[in-house]
C-alpha cells in the first residue's frame, strides 16, 4: 500500500491552494498594485511596515530577485507593493511576516540588510523551506511583473527582464506559430 505522508499532502494541498487563493484574488491584487505604484512614484513613506522592517524586507526580496546586468526587486520597487500587500489583502499575514522577520534577524545578530551578499544568501537558504520565505517569494515575484500602473515593476524591470511585449490590445495573427505545420481549422 502507498501512502502518503501528512506532511506531502499539506505540502501538495497548499500549492493547489495557493493557486486557486491567486487566481481567486487576481482583480484585487491588481487594485492592489496601483495604489503601491502611486505610493512608489510619489516617495511616500510605508503604510504598513516600519523603515527598519521595509530596509530588511527589501534586503531579502533583493536577494531572491537579485540586479545583476538587469535592475532586480530593489531597482523595480518591489517593497512598496509589498507594503501595501500587508495593509489590505494581506494584513492577516502581516504579524507573521514580522515574526518570520524577527527569527531571520535574532539568527543572523540583529541584522540582515547590513550582511555581506554571500552572508545572506547563506542565511536565506536556511530558511528557504519555510514559509515566510514562500510568503516573501510570493510577494517578490507578484510585485516584480504586475504592471507597473498597478504597483511594483518600476520602468517595466520584470518585463524587459522576460522580454514580455506589452500592449494596449491583440490582434491576429498573434504570431509565427499560426503558420507551423498547416492550419488546425483545415
Known amino acids: 500500500m502507498n501512502s502518503v505522508s501528512r506532511r506531502s499532502f499539506l505540502k501538495g494541498f497548499g500549492g493547489v491552494a495557493g493557486s486557486s487563493w491567486m487566481a481567486a484574488h487576481m482583480p484585487l491584487l491588481l487594485s492592489l498594485g496601483q495604489a503601491a505604484c502611486s505610493a512608489k512614484d510619489a516617495g511616500a513613506p510605508f503604510k504598513t511596515l516600519s523603515a527598519h522592517e521595509a530596509n530588511e524586507l527589501s534586503a531579502i526580496a533583493a536577494q531572491i530577485i537579485p540586479a545583476t546586468d538587469t535592475p532586480g526587486a530593489e531597482e523595480a520597487g518591489v517593497i512598496y507593493f509589498i507594503d501595501a500587500a500587508l495593509g489590505d489583502f494581506m494584513a492577516g499575514a502581516a504579524g507573521f511576516l514580522r515574526g518570520g522577520l524577527q527569527d531571520l534577524l535574532a539568527a543572523n545578530g540583529g541584522k540582515f540588510a547590513s550582511l555581506s551578499s554571500d552572508e545572506q544568501i547563506s542565511a536565506l537558504r536556511k530558511i528557504e523551506q519555510e514559509q515566510f520565505f514562500s ?15 498597478r504597483g511594483g515593476n518600476r520602468d517595466h524591470a520584470g518585463w524587459n527582464l522576460i522580454d514580455f511585449d506589452h500592449r494596449h490590445a491583440w490582434q491576429a495573427p498573434f504570431g509565427y506559430y499560426d503558420e507551423r505545420e498547416g492550419n488546425a481549422n483545415e
Open 135 to 149: 510568503t516573501m517569494r510570493f510577494l517578490t515575484v507578484v510585485g516584480m511583473f504586475c504592471m507597473p500602473s
